[in-house]
Structures are given as structure tokens and as C-alpha cells.
């Protein structure tokens, strides 16, 4: 990756397994990369997550059963990924750290959901045949939010144990322009869900048909929430979804 940075590599920036020219060319990549951001808040808790499993092949001891702490985990990768720098970085990473997850047994692969009127849901066990924001969108029914002159989007809600998850699509925007997806409720509490820069070319415009799609999450419940604002840097409402 020292020579370019790969979207792949999240993974391993994930777990604290890049060599540091490496890290520090991602970590400068994230600034600009608003997949790999969101990507990676899904994934910084997987090294917590791996603790105690079981060895990937034949790191067993006597008696057949191995307690490894993250660190341990972690260095096992590193091991590995050393061994396969041949292969598609990033890849290996990902996809070791899934298998120890299912092992594990302890991490949902998918989450039954629901919302205050039915919509705005995402069914279990969908595919992941696009990015992870993309995919929560197109797997649930949206919210169609009501936006400024030409903008239009909508909102996928998912309620998790720790709050609520949101999936956002937004066309008709152009940059520059640095925005945040707002969480509302009823009494006019105010908490940033996410945020992301808008380059100049935009989303969803022409020229630059294809939507943008950002995730993330706030501690509220979906019946805590009254609403969802796209804002601006300066302070203008890009779009609004009722929920």
C-alpha cells in the first residue's frame, strides 16, 4: 500500500496490523474516503472481539484448546499477512477475522429490525454485494425525506442494542461542501449521526449520476427520534426525513 492506498486495507488498519508508512498513508485516506470512515466504525471492534477464540490452523496447545487475548490475535494476523503479502492485501485480513467471528459465536451476522410504522427496515441476513451503506439501503424499505430545490433522498433505519443505525441515500448534490446527518428528537435535542465531504463533481447530478450512500450511528432508540436533517457546514438543511 505504500505505493497507493487500497479501500481493502481497512480491515488491517482495523486491527492495527499495517506497517506504519502504511497506516499513515490510510489514516490520511480516511479524511477523504467517507466508505473506509464509515467501514471502519463497523469494524473497530473487532480485535476486542477476538478474544479468546480458538487458533486459526495449528496453534493448539496440550490439551487442544487455546485462550488468546486481542493482542495475541492481532500478532497471529500480523504473522499471516506477512506470509501473504502475494495475495490482495486487505483481503486475507477480512476475511480471517470473519472466520474467527463466527467462531466466536457471539456476533450477530444479522439483526432482526423494526421501527415505529413498519418501514424503514432492513431484513435479516442480507448480502453484502455492495458497500455496507449501500447495502443497508437497498436491503430496507427508506423514509423519503423532503429536500431543497433538485435534492432527494431517503433514510433506512436499524435498531440495534446500542441505538439506532442509519443508512442514507442523497442525489442532486454538488460540492464543495462539507455536510452531517443530524438526529432529532422530539424535544429538538440535536446528536451528529455522521458527516462527509461533498467534492466538487457531486452526487446524483448530471455528470455524476450515481447517489451517495453514508452510514452511522446515534444512542437513541428509533421511537426517541422525531427526525433526520442533512446539514451543511454553513448551516443549511439539505434534506429532512420524518421517522
Not at 442494542?161 to 446527518?181: I, Y
Request: glycine share 14%.
Amino acid at each position: 500500500m505504500t505505493s497507493q492506498v487500497e479501500h481493502t486495507d481497512v480491515g488491517a488498519y482495523a486491527l492495527g496490523i499495517l506497517e506504519e508508512p502504511d497506516r499513515t498513508a490510510f489514516a490520511a485516506h480516511l479524511a477523504t474516503c467517507p466508505s473506509c470512515t464509515a467501514e471502519l466504525q463497523e469494524l473497530s471492534g473487532v480485535a476486542g472481539a477476538l478474544a479468546g477464540l480458538a487458533p486459526l490452523d495449528d496453534d493448539r496447545d496440550d490439551a487442544g484448546t487455546v485462550d488468546r487475548g486481542p493482542a495475541e490475535v492481532v500478532s497471529l494476523l500480523r504473522r499471516r499477512k506477512a506470509a501473504d503479502r502475494r495475495s490482495r492485501r486487505g483481503t486475507f485480513v477480512i476475511g480471517a477475522a470473519a472466520a474467527v467471528t463466527l467462531v466466536a459465536g457471539g456476533i450477530a451476522a444479522g439483526t432482526a429490525i423494526s421501527d415505529k410504522s413498519g418501514s424503514g427496515s432492513v431484513p435479516v441476513g442480507h448480502s453484502a454485494a455492495h458497500g455496507p451503506a449501500e447495502e443497508a439501503y437497498r436491503a430496507g424499505t427508506p423514509f423519503t425525506g423532503t429536500g431543497a430545490p433538485g435534492v432527494t433522498g431517503g433514510l433506512v433505519l436499524e435498531t440495534k442494542g446500542w441505538g439506532t443505525h442509519a443508512a442514507l441515500e442523497l442525489r442532486g448534490v454538488k460540492g464543495p461542501l462539507e455536510c452531517e446527518l443530524v438526529a432529532v428528537s422530539p424535544a429538538g435535542e440535536r446528536r451528529v449521526v455522521t458527516g462527509w465531504a461533498v467534492p466538487e463533481r457531486g452526487y446524483g447530478v448530471p455528470g455524476s449520476p450515481e447517489p451517495l450512500y453514508v452510514h452511522g450511528g446515534v444512542a437513541w432508540e428509533p421511537a426517541g427520534i422525531d427526525r433526520f436533517e442533512v446539514r451543511t457546514s454553513g448551516g443549511d438543511t439539505l434534506l429532512t426525513v420524518m421517522v
